[in-house]
């Protein structure tokens, strides 16, 4: 497996400086949070996006992700949806990312409703990820938070530029067993995100290992080709402990769990 971590957990930090942290700690990747108030955004300018290119080029780090915060199944036009996925896609393919991040965030709408609408729009935006070489990885994350909220919509969308992200805290905070996830995200599946609570109503940030979540479990499903992202929630929870002292451990505690897991399962075919 390769390793990535999320920017979320070193808010604001220059890109030259994110690309040098993942080389030391010995991380191959990095998703970049993509907001008005990171480094990386849909505003960059041609020569800043070659730029960031070269910052993870020298430092010898992949970029990942563009994690954008598109809502795919939220309520109203499509138009506004579809040119934010469109800047997303654009931004990814300049930086040569393989994926783009998106939420479902359908509120309270019919499920039926919210899952057609997110469909429709994936289905659309699939198209310009498909000529930019880029996967529209929708998380698994508020009204779709379990693997089979995640794959109704991606069975409808039948793309394979349109994929699932894994969030592992989302399926196990709406009940979902790691199995039941992985089966039904296995045909989509772009990647893992992993991270760590103390409870279900205690969700700050902790270093791997030190909370509940079934991360042994999860990485004994996920494809051992692939690649697993540390999504530290620093960004909410200003009283968490610093990212860059743990990173390292971090990876350490993944590897252990991968070495001394049990029977890993590799991912049907992507659909």
Request: charged letters at 20%; a negative charge.
């Amino acid at each position: 497996m390769k390793f990535a971590f999320s920017t979320l957990g070193v808010p604001g930090m220059p890109v030259a400086d994110v690309a040098a942290l993942a080389a030391a700690t010995g991380y191959q990747g990095v998703e970049l949070r993509t907001h008005p108030e990171e480094p990386v955004h849909l505003g960059l300018t041609t020569p800043e996006r070659q730029a960031v290119v070269k910052e993870f080029g020298q430092a010898g780090v992949e970029i990942l992700t563009v994690a954008g915060y598109a809502r795919v199944a939220a309520a109203g036009d499509d138009g506004p949806v579809l040119q934010e996925l469109d800047q997303l896609v654009r931004l990814a393919g300049d930086l040569g990312a393989p994926f783009v991040r998106v939420f479902p965030g359908g509120g309270d709408q019919d499920p039926s409703e919210a899952d057609a609408i997110a469909a429709r729009r994936l289905g659309a935006a699939a198209e310009t990820a498909a000529s930019a070489g880029v996967r529209i990885l929708l998380e698994t994350h508020d009204s779709h938070r379990t693997g089979a909220d995640v794959s109704r919509v991606l069975g409808t969308v039948g793309h394979k530029h349109a994929g699932a992200l894994w969030d592992v805290m989302h399926p196990w905070l709406g009940g979902e067993d790691p199995r039941t996830t992985h089966a039904g995200l296995s045909p989509f599946l772009g990647y893992l995100q992993v991270k760590d609570v103390a409870s279900r109503g205690d969700l700050t940030p902790l270093p791997l290992g030190a909370g509940l979540l079934p991360l042994a479990e999860c990485l004994s499903l996920a494809d051992p080709d692939g690649w697993v992202c540390w999504e530290y929630e620093k960004r909410w929870y200003e009283g968490a402990a610093e990212l860059p002292g743990l990173l390292a451990a971090g990876r350490e505690h993944l590897q252990g769990l991968i070495r001394g897991g049990a029977r890993t399962v590799r991912p049907g075919p992507k659909g």
